[in-house]
């Protein structure tokens, strides 16, 4: 066929590194792009409040992302995620008062020791799995919330920690508008690491260990070294967005780590999607935006003379303290692969309408 030549039809991957790229094609890498910049206008173009919800996206989301590498990534589960947020909020505080080392350097450091206190609660998944495992991270919860109270040295006590603003190039950041792109670095950062990781041999052993850990082992993977590297990963994420956390507000306490935020950040990966680095974000996105929302709706519905009672009133503020808990449930129900699954499934509806079916 003279003049004519033949191009493959469709998406081929003929090596194992295309297989494993973070984007796709040159369009999503350049729409990622795009939106970090655009992202980096929200406090040009948004009042204060809305950069307020970005910088409590952020540090929650690298949080959540340490779970997920646990919990979606690993097959290991935790029950105690927001005792090693709120270890790393300490930690970051504590060298930096104890030792001056800059605030950004604090931050990483935090992670550190966190992974570390991570590896210690994880001995325990090296021989136990399941509902025991659930168990024995709870129990690392209520060890930390109780040092956190004892450990005056550490934490403060009941009186709590104060947390310097970050420093950077002799300019301390307190406002929201200097901090956003603090976050906005750290959220980037963290997240391409983790993306990356996943890509990796390490990151394929997590998955395996997840998927079957029989096979796994008998392929070589030393479920041990694997499932301890996962806690201390998970931990360090969550030191770090502790980290941030603390130096944001300024101030740490201990009330502000039970078993309650626990919850909340499973439910972010739950939502998001289970094993999916965007679908944390995304869950994210969705748990910190509900309560904004949820308010939003009572407020509008006080316009109406019915609503002004005291019954109404009460059930609707028990409705929106109850949001979180029926949206993990829906979730669990409707779209048990999380919001990461859902938005798969629009791509592919558009990419391939009118023949989408």
């Known amino acids: 066929m003279a003049g004519f030549s033949l191009r493959p039809c469709g998406d081929f991957r003929t090596t194992y590194r295309q297989d494993t790229r973070i984007f796709d094609t040159t369009y999503i890498r350049n729409a990622a792009i795009l ?5 980096a206008m929200i406090p040009f173009v948004l009042d204060g409040y809305y950069v307020n919800l970005f910088i409590q996206i952020s540090y929650f989301a690298i949080a959540a992302l340490g779970l997920n590498i646990l919990v979606g990534f690993t097959g290991q589960i935790s029950l105690g995620h927001a005792a090693f947020f709120g270890f790393g909020a300490f930690a970051s505080a504590w060298i930096n008062n104890t030792t001056g080392i800059p605030v950004l350097l604090s931050i990483p450091l935090a992670g550190l020791m966190t992974a570390a206190v991570g590896m210690l609660f994880g001995l325990p998944a090296a021989r136990i799995k399941g509902l025991y495992l659930a168990i024995a991270t709870l129990a690392a919860q209520f060890i930390l919330e109780d040092f956190f109270a004892r450990a005056e040295w550490f934490t403060g006590g009941s009186y709590g920690a104060a947390a310097n603003p970050i420093n950077v190039f002799g300019y301390e950041i307190y406002d929201d508008f200097s901090f956003f792109y603090v976050a906005l670095f750290f959220l980037v950062v963290m997240y391409l690491l983790g993306t990356n990781l996943m890509r990796t041999r390490d990151g394929r052993a997590f998955v395996a260990v997840r998927d079957h850990y029989l096979s796994a082992e008998i392929m070589g ?10 806690f201390a990963i998970s931990s360090f994420y969550a030191g770090v967005g502790g980290a941030m956390y603390g130096h944001y507000l300024g101030f740490v306490s201990a009330e502000g780590f039970t078993i309650l935020l626990s919850i909340q950040f499973l439910g972010m990966i739950i939502i998001g999607g289970l094993g999916s680095v965007k679908g944390t ?16 709706g009572v407020s509008a519905l006080s316009i109406f003379e019915w609503a002004s009672s005291t019954a109404v009133t009460d059930g609707l503020a028990y409705i929106k303290e109850m949001a979180i808990g029926l949206a993990i449930i829906l979730f669990l129900i409707f779209e048990p692969d999380g919001l990461a699954h859902r938005w798969q499934q629009i791509r592919a509806y558009w990419k391939l309408y009118p023949f989408s079916y």
Do not use: D, H, Q
């Open 35 to 39: 939106g970090i910049f655009a992202v």
């Open 281 to 296: 974000l995304m869950g994210t996105v969705f748990m910190v935006l509900l309560p904004e929302v949820m308010e939003s």
């Open 221 to 230: 993977i030393n479920l041990t070294k694997y499932r301890l590297m996962s």
